[in-house]
């Protein structure tokens, strides 16, 4: 993977997400895709521990998580108050875009969608929770530079931190990079058995998902150095994927503690 520093200044002074200060361990935030797995007894949760209990343990062990349920519907108010009451001020809240924007809009007329979608987050950002919306494209969507020039300059007005997760190679390249650099809009850092995204920095926060099923430890030895780096600079966000087993949950527990011991 190459690592190519953002050099255009906006990405620098998007409003409300600085440079990292401070001890760079308190940017690392590391989960899963999702929590409420019952099928995580007894490698991650407690035998005993009932399933509305799950999150809130779980922000014990991780200080963060990537909400895939938003993918499908929005979350309710209520919803998000009880969320944010179980986890402590630490821990941040990411989420999938609709999949109205992503798949059947296809970033086309979008504006009032993304609107919504803000609104319903709005009591993550005014607990200062939040981490980041991900919008992931299909496998299909090709790259179109003027499509997602035009959608980021509507919905970058929302004040949502952004990261693209493209799963087609064409989106590989320096036109949209300059345009994700132009919004504040981080390339997510997305590998699978299928593609591997290049660790292009395009925000000054990072995003990545490890959706690979087993990891080696001297893979996650690599991952951990990429966290390093990414959280000396910014926020970095990163979430390993979910399966019926809590393997993935491990990793990110290893990684995590890992990170907090250097």
Same mark, same amino acid.
């Given at each position: 993977?190459?690592?190519?520093?953002?050099?255009?200044?906006?990405?620098?002074?998007?409003?409300?997400?600085?440079?990292?200060?401070?001890?760079?361990?308190?940017?690392?935030?590391?989960?899963?895709?999702?929590? /409420?797995?019952?099928?995580?007894?007894?490698?991650?949760?407690?035998?005993?521990?009932? $399933?509305?209990?799950?999150?809130?343990?779980?922000?014990?062990?991780?200080?963060?998580?990537?909400?895939?349920?938003?993918?499908?519907?929005?979350?309710?108010?209520?919803?998000?108050?009880?969320?944010?009451?179980?986890?402590?001020?630490?821990?941040?809240?990411?989420?999938?875009?609709? $999949?109205?924007?992503? @798949?059947?809009?296809?970033?086309?007329?979008?504006?009032?969608?993304?609107?919504?979608?803000?609104?319903?987050?709005?009591?993550?950002?005014?607990?200062?929770?939040?981490?980041?919306?991900?919008? $992931?494209?299909?496998?299909?969507?090709? /790259?179109?530079?003027?499509?997602?020039?035009?959608?980021?300059?509507?919905? #970058?007005?929302?004040?949502?931190?952004?990261?693209?997760?493209?799963?087609? #190679?064409?989106?590989?390249?320096?036109?949209?990079?300059?345009?994700?650099? @132009?919004?504040?809009?981080?390339?997510?850092?997305?590998?699978?058995?299928?593609?591997?995204?290049?660790?292009?920095?395009?925000?000054?926060?990072?995003?990545?998902?490890?959706?690979?099923?087993?990891?080696?430890? /001297?893979?996650?030895?690599?991952?951990?150095? #990429?966290?390093?780096?990414?959280?000396?600079?910014?926020?970095?966000?990163?979430?390993?994927? @979910?399966?019926?087993?809590?393997?993935?949950?491990?990793?990110?527990?290893?990684?995590?503690?890992?990170?907090?011991? $250097?």
């Amino acid at each position: 993977m190459s690592h190519e520093r953002a050099s255009d200044p906006k990405t620098s002074g998007v409003p409300g997400h600085p440079e990292a200060t401070g001890d760079w361990r308190d940017h690392a935030f590391i989960g899963t895709s999702g929590w /409420a797995y019952s099928s995580w007894k007894p490698g991650f949760y407690p035998r005993a521990l009932p $399933q509305k209990k799950f999150l809130e343990y779980y922000a014990t062990q991780l200080n963060s998580v990537e909400v895939n349920y938003t993918f499908r519907q929005l979350p309710t108010e209520r919803m998000l108050t009880g969320w944010l009451a179980v986890s402590d001020t630490g821990f941040r809240f990411s989420f999938k875009a609709p $999949q109205r924007i992503t @798949h059947i809009l296809r970033l086309r007329d979008c504006s009032d969608t993304v609107a919504v979608l803000s609104r319903a987050l709005a009591p993550v950002v005014a607990a200062g929770r939040m981490g980041v919306v991900l919008f $992931q494209l299909p496998p299909n969507f090709k /790259a179109d530079v003027s499509r997602i020039n035009s959608f980021l300059a509507d919905a #970058s007005t929302c004040g949502l931190r952004m990261a693209f997760e493209f799963r087609h #190679s064409t989106w590989f390249c320096d036109e949209v990079y300059a345009v994700l650099r @132009h919004h504040g809009v981080a390339l997510c850092v997305a590998e699978s058995e299928e593609l591997d995204t290049p660790d292009v920095v395009t925000a000054p926060f990072k995003c990545y998902r490890f959706r690979k099923s087993r990891y080696s430890q /001297a893979q996650l030895d690599a991952i951990e150095n #990429s966290l390093c780096r990414g959280s000396g600079a910014g926020d970095v966000f990163a979430y390993f994927k @979910h399966e019926e087993d809590p393997t993935g949950a491990v990793y990110a527990v290893q990684t995590l503690r890992r990170l907090r011991n $250097q």
